[in-house]
């Protein structure tokens, strides 16, 4: 069998997997190798000189076999198709859409490619795709910074989808994909088009930097007894994540950069971390509500780090904050509140009202606070209809022997409505904006 493979790797009698015969399908059919039945090759590497380097795989206990075959180049800038980068050239231009034709299209400080981007930190010739109107595929050309997909450095080809982030050195570009197709007009940028999706200078590869460092600064928003507003109302802190990364200052940025990196239950580990480490400075009696993410597990991870901030602040008062889109299992959020009475960390639902109003699991697994949404606080003062819904659930959580909290205050008139109703605590601008512990 080692023979016939052997062989069989010999041109023209080769054969190439239909993933990358697709890929590849826009060069001229003679110069793809043709169909054996002895194995399965795979291209994993191009040279520029036309050379290609196949892999052979015919069983798991047979090793693998390479060789190299002459091919045709593929076809230069030519046709159109449907796929585009959206970027900036450089640091300081505006952001274009960048078409990518047919065949092999390549990226790199030289003159003599396609896409020319004067950075000294871009490699002569940095990156190259390679399109037909299904597929696109990148490679890194063995350049000094190395080509990022999503913030993973190339090691072998790859295939891209619509909305991916390609990194070559500094810049960053999105890949996109047409509709329709339209007939090219040389390698002209369009510089009308409004992309809207997301800004490309708040760059995946700087998110990275700010995880890895460590970098989130804790802003400490008040919440306040509504029994009494004096100086000494105070009844603990809502931590909220904040950086000073441009692009990134804000959690609704650094949380899409994580959903794009698919770390979004790390980060918001990190982010309870270093606000417990920051929050040392308190008094224990302080409450300190800690966030979570709704992609986190119940158990497991979230448990794990739950552990570890009890260690990290053995006396502190800590308070879990769900979100009501994370209470949806009666079972595992019961488990989850054991847990945490053995911890001795409280529990709050958050965003109560946002979606839906979760009456079941609040009657099965009752929290220690009833976070109410800031879109049932707002102009509340304006609107009977309203104030007679809350002052109902104020009656069902209040006989389950929950403390209430009404998010989003930022009126005296809102807060005085709050206060009538019966509302435990209030949190929101007008009480005392987040800002970092000094």
């Known amino acids: 069998m080692r023979q016939l ?41 191009s040279h520029r000189r036309g050379l290609w380097k196949l892999t052979a795989v015919i069983a798991p206990d047979v090793p693998m076999l390479t060789s190299h ?14 796929w ?14 960048i078409p990518i034709p047919a065949g092999r299209f390549q990226v790199g400080r030289g003159t003599d490619v396609p896409l020319q981007l004067c950075l000294p930190s871009i490699s002569k010739r ?7 109107d299904d597929v696109l595929c990148v490679r890194d050309l063995q350049s000094l910074n190395g080509t990022y997909v999503n913030g993973k450095r190339l090691t072998s080809d790859m295939l891209l989808d619509e909305g991916d982030v390609v990194q070559l050195s500094t810049l960053e570009f999105r890949v996109g994909r ?61 931590i909220l994540a904040r950086s000073d990364w441009p692009g990134l200052t804000v ?3 650094m949380f899409e950069a994580a959903e794009r990196l698919e770390v ?62 994370a209470v949806t299992n009666v079972r595992q959020t019961m488990e989850l509140r054991a847990c945490l009475r053995d911890l001795e960390i409280e529990l709050a639902y958050d965003d109560f009202g946002a979606g839906q109003a979760r009456l079941l699991e609040l009657s099965e697994v009752a929290p220690d606070y009833l976070k109410f949404d800031i879109s049932l606080i707002r102009k509340i003062h304006l609107s009977n209809q309203r104030q007679q819904l809350v002052a109902s659930l104020l009656n069902v959580a209040h006989s389950l022997g929950i403390a209430t909290l009404a998010e989003g205050v930022e009126t005296p008139d809102e807060l005085g409505v709050c206060s009538e109703l019966g509302f435990t605590y209030a949190q929101g601008y007008l009480l005392g904006r987040p800002a970092p512990l000094l």
């Open 5 to 45: 493979l052997e062989k069989s790797i010999q041109p023209p009698q080769l054969v190439v997997s239909d993933q990358l015969v697709r890929v590849y399908r826009g060069w001229p059919s003679s110069g793809l190798p043709k169909v054996s039945p002895y194995g399965t090759l795979n291209v994993v590497e």
């Open 126 to 132: 940095h990156a190259e795709f390679v399109a037909t």
């Open 69 to 82: 075959i002459d091919a045709p180049e593929p076809p230069t800038v030519s046709a159109p198709t449907p």
């Open 251 to 253: 959690p609704k940025d």
């Open 264 to 325: 979004e239950a790390a980060f918001s580990v990190l982010c309870r971390e270093i606000g417990v480490e920051v929050s040392r400075t308190l008094p224990d009696s302080c409450a300190i509500f800690l966030n979570t993410h709704p992609r986190e597990e119940l158990h497991h991870g979230l448990l794990a780090s739950l552990i570890k901030l009890r260690e990290m602040a053995p006396h502190k008062r800590l308070v879990l904050e769900l979100h009501e889109r």
């Open 178 to 238: 047409d509709q329709l197709r339209e007939p090219l007009s040389g390698l002209a940028m369009d510089r009308t088009v409004d992309f809207g999706i997301v800004d490309l200078r708040c760059t995946l590869s700087d998110f990275q930097k700010l995880m890895e460092a460590r970098q989130v600064i804790p802003f400490f928003q008040p919440v306040v007894r509504l029994a009494s507003l004096s100086a000494s109302a105070l009844f603990g802190y809502e």
């Open 84 to 97: 585009y980068l959206a970027g900036a050239t450089s640091p300081d231009s505006t952001i274009h859409k």
